[in-house]
């Protein structure tokens, strides 16, 4: 069974740090670019980061660019988002996915990821 599993998340103080961990099992992902998302109560799920295939090439969403760092172990078949200088703001249920091509090109919407985890809490405190 193909599947992708969030860990790392908690609570943490206003401009703490969290690492979050995907750990892809059934299948490689080593060709695939991988994305985190996150869901607030009430809101759509939104694009938060995305990895190209060889870990080359990154983009965030505007807000957490320069405070969040996607990366991945091709080898072990895990991605992880450091999260540093949190904000309350950023208390969500965060999600890991398989983008459906190799590069980062194009819409990063979720119809664009095919292959998503259980997710995560987040939650900062103020």
């Known amino acids: 069974q193909v599947q992708l599993e969030e860990s790392g998340g908690g609570l943490v103080q206003a401009g703490g740090s969290l690492r979050l961990s995907c750990t892809a099992s059934?299948?490689?992902?080593?060709?695939?670019?991988m994305g985190w998302f996150r869901q607030a109560p009430g809101e759509e799920r939104k694009f938060v980061a995305a990895?190209?295939?060889?870990?080359?090439?990154?983009t965030y969403s505007d807000s957490v660019s320069g405070r969040f760092t996607i990366s991945r172990d091709n080898a072990v078949n895990k991605f992880y988002l450091q999260m540093n200088s949190l904000k309350p703001e950023d208390t969500a249920l965060y999600y890991c996915?398989?983008?459906?091509?190799?590069?980062?090109?194009?819409?990063?919407?979720?119809?664009?990821?095919?292959?998503w985890g259980q997710g995560t809490q987040v939650t900062v405190s103020s």
């Open positions: 996915a398989a983008r459906r091509v190799a590069d980062i090109n194009g819409s990063l919407g979720p119809t664009a990821f095919g292959t």
């Open positions: 059934g299948r490689t992902f080593s060709s695939n670019a």
């Open positions: 990895v190209n295939w060889s870990g080359s090439t990154t």
